[in-house]
């Protein structure tokens, strides 16, 4: 009796919840891979008892609590690992619990439904929680079966199906993002205007706000940007910035319309119009300078022409070159196997699998860098789905570090202040300026010039190759740190982290497939060496030239475009090369129109050209040699600064492990 109650309580209110969600527009309850099944998807369900009482919800009742532990009480008895060892049935009681702890600690609001509401999710939706629970018992299985046959296997099973669980909670809300996202347009190049009805951002009547009032909100806590005219406070929602606050921040107090359209187009417009606080009095702006006609017009025409638009048999098209690679290291590695543990011809066999397996990197992390853009499928959320499924599982770079510091490094490009891709003392100083000591805007922290810091510098043109060579191995710390760090900031870091596992079980396998220990360590060198050409191919664009101080974008001859230009330059090649370098030899174009598809890079480049003579500005490119020996150029100048200056007075500099470290 007590039985049909709750039953018939618990499917009236799902009804009634059904209802609710049919008339809010909201999506049907996502089904993951879990325990026992839900009622709610991961992002909105209140699913423990502390949530509802913050909500101000009645607890559960104590009939609903009988029942879960009475269906406790039956998986644990009739798990079919119980079964063949009821000496475990407390084994198994205390994993149950370790895994609801396990889905407290972690947020997963899935998992943790499973575990204290299973009565009610299997009343209200019975088949999906028993594919659910086949699933699981599946994954149970065929782990437990894996492993030696010990009772202790039955515990490292259902552990492992509650990791299952919770990287399929991940799944299902990378995927409701996804479904958010696609919602709200982010990103839209084929509109002229914010709205459709052609209306500017700030709404008729708006208060006219001077641009001396509009540079006094300048802080982190008191942020104005200045869009299409609009004045938006933008200090609430810079936090919550998925390419993070500083890139906001940096522009506080400014005109910032060129570099919104650069990444967002003309979408949110709703969002910016809620934002607005007014417009700008047009007697106190600055004229446009000609650059900023010139080029906005090129931007215009690009956008009318279509040029944004994305083609998808064209952008994924540079994945199959790095499969391909992938394939050869794999035949090359089975050839290093047959070849037995004597002579030279495993060793050699090896370092050629290892060289294939780093030019498979480099070309998968050009990919990469596409995918981060969202140049891919031309939807962020989409491409982000891409990029850990398939691509860091590959290439071994952590999408969610990259963005952060590449964004970043967009926005403030060769700030000797603020841009992360250039700050990487103690072991190398671009600027002469530099190696006075810098305090840098996005570690937060100061660099001085210290002993250790004058003795790597002075060598630093020596040690650029070397270091270039190892740099994929700081592409690994990096990731895992700023996960460590970020952990439960960041949009996805379980996924992230189960795909740089993968990558790490790859690397792994092609070792353990190897005959010797010294073939393997020519496998592991030669594909990390030959993986550092993509670092040089993205520091020769900005390591020779022009940096600044601060953020520029004061004055109307320090505007984007101008900036752009200054701190980048084009690598002149062949189009037969375009493979090899896979857009990073159009980094000015690049920086100009961070949402142009690689394709189109080549042709617009000679738009941009004729546009820079016009506008007097210089458009810097150089052949690949010659840009070579000009960082090799730079670095040697300011090392020769660095042994003939004194060291700085103050606090230590950061040390070696600091440098490694630098999120550039």
């Known amino acids: 009796?007590?039985?049909?109650?709750?039953?018939?309580?618990?499917?009236?209110?799902?009804q009634a919840d059904a209802g609710a969600r049919k008339r809010k527009g909201a999506a049907p309850e996502p089904m993951g891979a879990f325990l026992l099944g839900a009622e709610a998807g991961a992002h909105t369900h209140l699913t423990d008892v502390g949530e509802r009482k913050l909500k101000g919800a009645a607890p559960e009742s104590l009939g609903t609590s009988l029942l879960t532990a009475f269906f406790v009480a039956l998986l644990v008895a009739y798990n079919p690992l119980a079964f063949a060892w009821p000496a475990m049935v407390p084994v198994h009681t205390l994993i149950y619990g370790g895994a609801l702890l396990?889905?407290?600690?972690?947020?997963?609001?899935?998992?943790?439904?499973?575990?204290?509401?299973?009565?009610?999710?299997?009343?209200?939706?019975?088949?999906?929680?028993?594919?659910?629970?086949?699933?699981?018992?599946?994954?149970?299985?065929?782990?437990?079966?894996?492993?030696?046959?010990?009772?202790?296997?039955?515990c490292v099973a259902a552990l492992v199906g509650c990791v299952v669980c919770y990287a399929g909670d991940e799944t299902t809300k990378l995927f409701e993002r996804i479904r958010l996202v696609r919602q709200q347009k982010t990103y839209d190049q084929s509109s002229p205007s914010f709205f459709a009805s052609g209306e500017r951002i700030a709404p008729a009547g708006a208060r006219e706000i001077s641009m001396k009032e509009v540079a006094t909100h300048s802080s982190p806590t008191d942020c104005w940007l200045v869009i299409d005219g609009a004045v938006l406070d933008v200090s609430a929602w810079a936090g919550k910035h998925p390419g993070g606050a500083l890139i906001i921040n940096s522009l506080a107090g400014r005109e910032a319309t060129d570099q919104y359209k650069a990444f967002h187009g003309t979408s949110m417009g709703p969002r910016l119009r809620a934002m607005c606080v007014g417009c700008v009095d047009e007697r106190t702006a600055e004229p446009l300078s000609k650059a900023q006609v010139e080029f906005r017009a090129l931007h215009e025409r690009l956008r009318a022409r279509g040029d944004f638009s994305i083609d998808l048999s064209r952008t994924l098209r540079p994945a199959v070159f790095p499969l391909f690679l992938m394939a050869c290291a794999v035949y090359t590695l089975h050839l290093a196997n047959a070849a037995g543990t004597g002579g030279l011809v495993p060793v050699a066999l090896a370092l050629l699998a290892g060289s294939i397996v780093g030019g498979a990197w480099q070309q998968m992390s050009l990919f990469g860098h596409d995918v981060g853009h969202g140049n891919v499928t031309g939807s962020y959320a989409i491409d982000e789905a891409l990029g850990l499924f398939c691509v860091i599982p590959f290439m071994g770079i952590g999408l969610t570090w990259w963005k952060a510091t590449h964004n970043t490094h967009h926005v403030v490009t060769n700030s000797e202040s603020h841009d992360p891709d250039i700050q990487h003392m103690p072991l190398f100083a671009v600027a002469p300026n530099m190696i006075k000591g810098y305090f840098s805007h996005y570690h937060k922290k100061n660099f001085d010039f210290d002993a250790l810091s004058k003795?790597?510098?002075?060598?630093q043109h020596y040690l650029y190759f070397p270091v270039m060579g190892v740099a994929k191995v700081n592409l690994w710390i990096q990731t895992h740190l700023y996960l460590a760090q970020k952990w439960g900031k960041t949009a996805n870091p379980t996924l992230e982290t189960l795909s740089m596992l993968a990558h790490y079980c790859t690397i792994a396998g092609a070792m353990y497939v190897l005959p010797s220990w010294l073939a393997r360590a020519g496998f592991l060198a030669s594909a990390i060496g030959v993986a550092g050409m993509l670092h040089v191919q993205i520091t020769l664009s900005h390591f020779a030239s022009d940096t600044h101080q601060g953020v520029a974008y004061d004055e109307n001859e320090r505007s984007w475009w101008h900036m752009q230009l200054a701190g980048t330059c084009d690598v002149d090649c062949s189009p037969a090369m375009d493979w090899f370098h896979g857009g990073l030899q159009y980094q000015s174009i690049h920086h100009l129109f961070p949402r142009l598809p690689r394709y189109r890079l080549r042709a617009v480049s000679k738009e941009v050209a004729e546009v820079a003579h016009k506008a007097s500005i210089t458009y810097h490119h150089k052949s690949f040699a010659a840009l070579n020996r000009e960082v090799i150029a730079t670095l040697r100048k300011t090392a020769e600064l660095c042994a003939?200056?004194?060291?700085?007075?103050?606090?230590?500099?950061p040390m070696l492990w600091d440098s490694l470290h630098a999120r550039g």
């Open 644 to 653: 003939a200056s004194p060291l700085a007075n103050g606090p230590g500099a």
């Open 102 to 154: 396990f889905s407290l600690s972690t947020g997963s609001s899935v998992l943790r439904d499973r575990l204290l509401h299973a009565p009610r999710n299997w009343a209200i939706h019975p088949i999906r929680s028993m594919a659910e629970w086949a699933i699981w018992l599946a994954t149970v299985t065929a782990v437990q079966r894996s492993v030696v046959s010990t009772p202790w296997a039955s």
């Open 1 to 14: 009796m007590l039985t049909k109650q709750v039953e018939a309580r618990m499917c009236t209110q799902a």
């Open 455 to 459: 003795f790597l510098l002075s060598i």
